[in-house]
């Protein structure tokens, strides 16, 4: 399959069109933001792992039951993938403390929690992303009371299985961000990314980070956190 016109570049993936209208192709880049894109730079060999790991745990997911919109790798940055149109809520899920969980209700990173939390944001970049609960979803048309059901649903089934999977390569599974979409007979299937720069991951035993805060937060190590965590899952 090949690429046809660039329909869309994001802050880490460009989206290219292809012969079929069901498909399209998405190439990861290097390039990385921060801080609400205050921040920009770039993580040297990032988008092959970011496509390589994402591609690897849709197909977990797949095999526990998740659909998603993964189709077919077709190189080391590119992936064919369903078209879908995207819900415009960011899923995050959380296991421990981090982030803006913790500036946001005042407390230490690491607090473990008995259940995992499941929270939107409105994917609206010029709001800055606002946090909003579902009867704002609701209000604002975002999506249906059963989509929110569904992808609250999906959104914890997927943590169950990841969280189980990084636990068996020595990874604490913090916190992470999904993205859901729609195919054409308006099912929802799991999209986007699964990668160090939509986790938190905390190595088990040192609590070292390998994801994307050693880059929003200036600590250094990036690439090799970046690589650490693909040797870990694709060997
Ligand atoms: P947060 O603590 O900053 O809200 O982030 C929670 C998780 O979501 C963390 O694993 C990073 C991920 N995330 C994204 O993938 N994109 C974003 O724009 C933000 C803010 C967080
Ligand atoms: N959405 C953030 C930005 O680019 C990225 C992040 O912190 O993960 O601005």
């Known amino acids: 399959m090949e690429k046809a016109a660039q329909l869309y570049e994001g802050k880490a993936k460009k989206v290219f069109a292809t012969a079929d209208p069901n498909y399209v192709i998405v190439s990861y880049k290097d390039d990385a933001t921060a801080l609400d894109g205050l921040k920009k730079g770039s993580i040297a060999g990032k988008g092959a792992i970011n496509n390589r790991m994402t591609n690897f745990l849709m197909q977990l997911l797949e095999k526990q039951g998740v659909p998603t919109h993964f189709v077919r790798e077709l190189n080391d940055r590119e992936t064919v993938v369903k078209k879908v149109s995207?819900?415009?809520?960011?899923?995050?899920?959380?296991?421990?403390?981090?982030?803006?969980?913790?500036?946001?209700?005042?407390?230490?990173?690491?607090?473990?929690?008995?259940?995992?939390?499941?929270?939107?944001?409105?994917?609206?970049?010029?709001?800055?992303?606002?946090?909003?609960?579902?009867?704002?979803?609701?209000?604002?048309?975002?999506?249906?009371?059963?989509?929110?059901?569904?992808?609250?649903?999906?959104?914890?089934?997927?943590?169950?299985?990841?969280?189980?999977?990084?636990?068996?390569?020595?990874?604490?599974?913090?916190?992470?961000?999904?993205?859901?979409?729609?195919?054409?007979?308006?099912?929802?299937?799991?999209?986007?990314?699964?990668?160090?720069?939509?986790?938190?991951?905390?190595?088990?035993?040192?609590?070292?980070?390998?994801?994307?805060?050693?880059?929003?937060?200036?600590m250094g190590g990036v690439e090799d956190a970046y690589q650490e965590m693909m040797r870990r899952v694709l060997g």
């Open 86 to 218: 995207i819900v415009p809520l960011e899923v995050i899920v959380r296991n421990i403390s981090a982030g803006h969980f913790a500036q946001r209700y005042g407390v230490k990173e690491g607090i473990v929690f008995a259940e995992p939390t499941v929270e939107f944001s409105y994917k609206n970049d010029d709001l800055h992303d606002p946090l909003l609960n579902d009867s704002h979803a609701l209000a604002l048309g975002l999506a249906t009371k059963e989509e929110i059901a569904q992808i609250k649903a999906m959104a914890l089934k997927v943590n169950e299985t990841l969280k189980a999977y990084f636990a068996s390569i020595g990874v604490k599974l913090v916190d992470f961000k999904l993205e859901f979409g729609r195919l054409s007979d308006g099912s929802l299937v799991l999209a986007d990314e699964i990668s160090p720069d939509t986790c938190r991951f905390w190595d088990a035993k040192t609590n070292e980070k390998l994801d994307k805060d050693r880059f929003r937060r200036d």
